[in-house]
Structure formats: structure tokens, C-alpha cells
């Protein structure tokens, strides 16, 4: 039976939170060229970003950037030190760990901010 490992779930989290953050980014160009096209239609894609559906979108958006940046700070450790290297499972949890809590206190933060 094929068995999972995190160290192939860590791999698979930063394509889909890069792929994702880049989605994210044409979609904020796309809401942004929204915007420009004057007062109303800048008030609509506000009162939009405002929906309980974005808002989520945001705390999860938090939580791709803080997963995907931390791991690609774990990433670039094991590529020039060799402690890094043996360490690689530690740094790994502390990676998930990390990226847990800034997206819960963030999302937080976020959640009750208006």
C-alpha cells in the first residue's frame, strides 16, 4: 500500500499554496482593473471583498502565504546548510507549526477586524 509521507504532503502543500497564491494574484489585478472603472463600480467589488465567502478566502490566503513562505524558508536551509539537512523532520514540524499559528491568530485578527 502506498503510504503518504509529510515530507511528499510539504512538497505537494507548496505547489497547490504557489498555485494558489498566483491565482489569487491575477484575481486581485482583475478586481483591481474593476475597481478603476469609477466610484460605483469600485463600491461594488467593496461591498463584495465583504462577503463571508472572501473573507474566508482571506484567512485562507493567509494561510497559503505563511505555509508556503515558511516552507520555502525550510527549503532554501536544507539547500545550504548541512544541519538543515539533518534536521530536515524538526524544521519540518516547526514549518507546519509556524504556518498553523500565524493563520489562526491572524485569521483571527482578521476575522474581527471590520
Same mark, same amino acid.
Given at each position: 500500500?502506498?503510504?503518504?509521507?509529510?515530507?511528499?504532503?510539504?512538497?505537494?502543500?507548496? =505547489?497547490?499554496?504557489?498555485?494558489?497564491?498566483?491565482?489569487?494574484?491575477?484575481?486581485?489585478? *482583475?478586481?483591481?482593473?474593476?475597481?478603476?472603472?469609477?466610484?460605483?463600480?469600485?463600491?461594488?467589488?467593496?461591498?463584495?471583498?465583504?462577503?463571508?465567502? #472572501?473573507?474566508?478566502?482571506?484567512?485562507?490566503?493567509?494561510?497559503?502565504?505563511? #505555509?508556503?513562505?515558511?516552507?520555502?524558508?525550510?527549503?532554501?536551509?536544507?539547500? #545550504?546548510?548541512? *544541519?538543515?539537512?539533518? =534536521?530536515? =523532520?524538526?524544521?519540518?514540524?516547526?514549518?507546519?507549526?509556524?504556518? #498553523?499559528?500565524?493563520?489562526?491568530?491572524?485569521?483571527?485578527?482578521? *476575522?474581527?477586524?471590520?
Amino acid at each position: 500500500m502506498y503510504r503518504v509521507s509529510v515530507e511528499m504532503l510539504s512538497w505537494l502543500l507548496h =505547489k497547490i499554496t504557489g498555485f494558489s497564491i498566483i491565482g489569487f494574484l491575477i484575481f486581485h489585478i *482583475w478586481g483591481m482593473a474593476q475597481m478603476s472603472q469609477g466610484p460605483d463600480a469600485f463600491n461594488r467589488v467593496i461591498e463584495t471583498y465583504k462577503t463571508p465567502l #472572501f473573507r474566508v478566502g482571506e484567512v485562507l490566503l493567509l494561510a497559503a502565504i505563511a #505555509f508556503h513562505g515558511l516552507n520555502g524558508m525550510r527549503l532554501i536551509l536544507g539547500e #545550504f546548510t548541512h *544541519w538543515a539537512m539533518q =534536521k530536515h =523532520k524538526l524544521l519540518l514540524i516547526i514549518t507546519y507549526a509556524l504556518a #498553523f499559528v500565524v493563520a489562526v491568530v491572524g485569521g483571527y485578527l482578521m *476575522w474581527v477586524a471590520e
